[in-house]
């Protein structure tokens, strides 16, 4: 399948000759040991219709089934009004013209009238002619334009409104930014000098980016078990629910919960974060985990459908594995072919168009392993539209993939970390993927655009720790990222275009910062 595959890298190095990210032997390890036994995976007014027309041009596009308001807008009902107020003007001249000489044949045989009362009469009969004339004729002629009989304008504009409302797709828009990890460096950075805890500062320069997002998902790699334990970062992470009031604060609406560090701090660490967003941001939705502490928890088998005007798109999440811990109690989605096929049939059922996350791969590798691939095949032939992958924590390639319905799709292999305090120049590169999802006014569905823009981690203490567009990242900047860490880095604008460039391949714009594909005008 691949062989046939669009790639939007048409540079691209072969995927299996990947390379993998180097790392300093005294800086500390994120990721973890991976289990034995787990798989490393604008708009001009509409024309009025002439009223004769009695077909659609044939490239404009049906109407819903059984109703075209175009053909029963103002431009139809004219001519049967016209036709109508003829008809009734035509009859009423007749009857008082028939009815005229009966009552002349009776007045001969009454004294004649004195001429003063006849010429009454005949200016009243004159005067009555005139407005019946003026009602029947003249009036429903100047009420319209062109000579056509109409109703007012303003009982014909909405039909037309609603021909080319119903004529516009409806679309929405997905973006995603990568992995956050709570590394001590990291959640140390919100602590205040009160002993709270603030995170505003991490996403304060990507915040723009959420202008006209409908779907804005992340992934908390880690844990947000708050206070039931100590915070702490790797191996086995808990970290500030603050960082989820940051999270919710700057917009994000879905996060991601199944990675390889949920269990990390056991069913508790699940039951307090899922609590958490419960209680605090119930408008944010939690994918890929259950609290099976909570008698309601539901299942993992349900599917999140995401709705706007009648377009629905369903959103799935998955892992490989949980660094070895047990989920007996099964509150972990998991890459398990039983439990994709019965998620990703819900979802066929329940949406117009399916989007994948999964948590898959081998970390610190930029090009996708044997595991992806397969993966990925499976989620094609099962009905995805969209996959966005993480848990690598570098970023991977961007393609164009063949969908089972003879469609186009997108895959972003991974999008990296968005935040961490990962030691290699390669960490600290990520990715926001955005999707234009489209649904046509035949039902039709597609991905219409996607594209991906780096971001750059500067490693700062207290507020400076942060992550930035890379189009916004100086050379100034990377002077002074990592200082505070006793260490320095190679992570200049250069350097990473270069990284990113190698990645990609000819399908990024340095100029731009960004990758992009219009798969309408491809199709």
Request: with cysteine; net charge negative.
């Given at each position: 399948?691949?062989?046939?595959?669009?790639?939007?890298n048409?540079?691209?190095p072969a995927?299996?000759g990947?390379?993998?990210a180097?790392r300093?032997?005294?800086?500390?390890r994120?990721?973890?040991?991976?289990?034995a036994?787990h798989?490393?995976?604008?708009r001009e007014?509409?024309?009025?219709?002439?009223?004769?027309?009695?077909s659609r041009?044939s490239h404009?596009r049906?109407?819903?089934?059984?109703?075209?308001?175009r053909?029963?807008?103002a431009?139809?009902?004219p001519?049967r009004?016209?036709?109508?107020?003829?008809?009734?003007?035509g009859?009423?001249?007749?009857?008082?013209?028939?009815?005229?000489?009966?009552?002349?044949?009776?007045?001969?045989?009454?004294p004649a009238p004195a001429r003063?009362s006849?010429?009454?009469?005949v200016?009243?009969?004159?005067?009555?002619i005139v407005l019946?004339?003026?009602?029947f004729?003249?009036?429903?002629?100047l009420g319209?334009?062109?000579?056509?009989a109409a109703p007012?304008a303003?009982?014909?504009?909405?039909?037309?409104?609603?021909?080319?409302?119903?004529?516009?797709?409806?679309?929405?828009?997905?973006?995603?930014?990568?992995?956050?990890?709570?590394h001590s460096?990291?959640?140390?950075?919100?602590?205040r000098?009160?002993?709270?805890?603030?995170?505003d500062?991490?996403?304060a320069?990507i915040?723009?980016e959420?202008?006209?997002?409908?779907?804005?998902?992340?992934n908390q790699?880690?844990?947000l078990g708050?206070t039931?334990?100590?915070?702490v970062?790797?191996?086995?992470?808990?970290?500030?629910?603050e960082m989820?009031?940051?999270e919710?604060?700057?917009g994000?609406?879905?996060?991601l919960?199944?990675?390889?560090?949920?269990?990390?701090?056991g069913?508790?660490g699940?039951?307090?974060e899922?609590?958490?967003?419960?209680?605090?941001?119930?408008?944010v939705?939690?994918l890929g985990a259950?609290?099976v502490?909570?008698?309601?928890?539901?299942?993992l088998?349900?599917?999140?459908?995401?709705e706007k005007?009648?377009f629905?798109?369903?959103?799935?999440?998955?892992t490989?594995g949980l660094?070895?811990?047990?989920?007996s109690e099964?509150?972990?989605s998991?890459l398990?072919?039983?439990?994709?096929?019965?998620?990703?049939?819900?979802?066929k059922e329940?949406a117009d168009?399916?989007?994948?996350?999964?948590h898959?791969?081998e970390?610190y590798?930029?090009?996708?392993?044997?595991?992806?691939?397969e993966?990925?095949?499976?989620f094609?032939?099962?009905g995805?539209?969209?996959?966005?992958g993480?848990?690598?924590h570098?970023i991977?390639p961007?393609e164009?993939?063949d969908?089972?319905?003879g469609?186009k799709?997108?895959?972003?292999?991974?999008?990296g970390?968005?935040?961490?305090?990962q030691?290699?120049?390669?960490n600290?590169?990520?990715g926001?993927?955005?999707v234009t999802?489209?649904?046509?006014?035949d039902?039709?569905c597609?991905?219409?655009?996607?594209?991906f823009?780096?971001t750059v981690?500067?490693?700062?203490?207290?507020?400076?720790?942060?992550?930035?567009m890379?189009?916004?990242?100086?050379?100034a900047?990377a002077?002074t990222?990592?200082i505070s860490?006793g260490s320095s880095?190679?992570?200049?604008?250069?350097w990473v275009?270069?990284?990113?460039?190698?990645?990609?391949g000819?399908?990024?714009?340095p100029?731009s910062c960004?990758l992009?594909?219009d798969l309408?005008?491809?199709?």
């Open positions: 399948m691949s062989d046939e595959r669009y790639r939007a048409s540079n691209q995927r299996h990947h390379r993998r180097t300093r032997e005294d800086a500390p994120h990721g973890g040991h991976v289990p036994g798989r490393v995976a604008g007014e509409p024309r009025p219709r002439p009223a004769q027309r009695t041009p404009a049906p109407a819903a089934a059984g109703h075209d308001p053909r029963t807008s431009h139809a009902t001519a009004g016209a036709s109508h107020a003829s008809r009734q003007h009859a009423s001249y007749d009857r008082h013209l028939s009815g005229g000489a009966p009552q002349r044949r009776r007045a001969a045989s009454r003063g006849s010429r009454r009469l200016a009243i009969a004159g005067a009555a019946a004339i003026v009602v004729v003249v009036a429903p002629i319209r334009p062109g000579g056509d007012a303003a009982s014909g504009t909405p039909a037309v409104h609603d021909a080319a409302a119903a004529s516009k797709p409806t679309e929405i828009n997905l973006m995603m930014i990568g992995d956050i990890l709570q460096g990291v959640f140390q950075s919100g602590e000098s009160d002993g709270t805890y603030n995170f500062h991490i996403f320069h915040a723009d959420l202008d006209g997002q409908d779907v804005k998902v992340l790699e880690t844990i708050g039931i334990a100590d915070y970062g790797y191996p086995s992470f808990n970290g500030p629910q989820g009031d940051a919710a604060a700057v994000f609406n879905v996060v919960r199944a990675s390889n560090h949920t269990m990390d701090m069913y508790n699940i039951h307090s899922l609590s958490f967003w419960k209680s605090k941001h119930p408008d939705h939690v259950i609290d502490q909570d008698p309601n928890h539901g299942s088998d349900d599917v999140y459908v995401y005007d009648g629905k798109v369903a959103l799935l999440n998955y490989y660094n070895g811990y047990i989920d099964g509150a972990v998991m398990e072919d039983e439990h994709i096929k019965k998620t990703m049939a819900k979802a329940s168009m399916i989007v994948v996350f999964p898959w791969g970390e590798h930029t090009q996708p392993v044997d595991s992806q691939l993966w990925e095949r499976k094609v032939e099962l995805a539209d969209v996959i966005i993480d848990h690598p570098v991977e961007v164009t993939i969908l089972a319905n469609k799709g997108v895959c972003f292999w991974s999008i970390n968005f935040v961490s305090t030691p290699d120049d390669e600290l590169v990520g926001m993927a955005k999802l489209r649904k046509d006014s039902g039709s597609s991905v219409a655009r996607y594209s823009e780096p981690t500067h490693k700062g203490m207290g507020a400076n720790m942060t992550t930035y890379l189009r916004d990242y100086t050379d900047l002077a990222n990592e860490y880095t190679s992570c200049t604008p250069e275009q270069s990284f990113v460039s190698d990645v990609l000819s399908g990024y714009d100029a960004k992009a594909v309408t005008k491809s199709a």
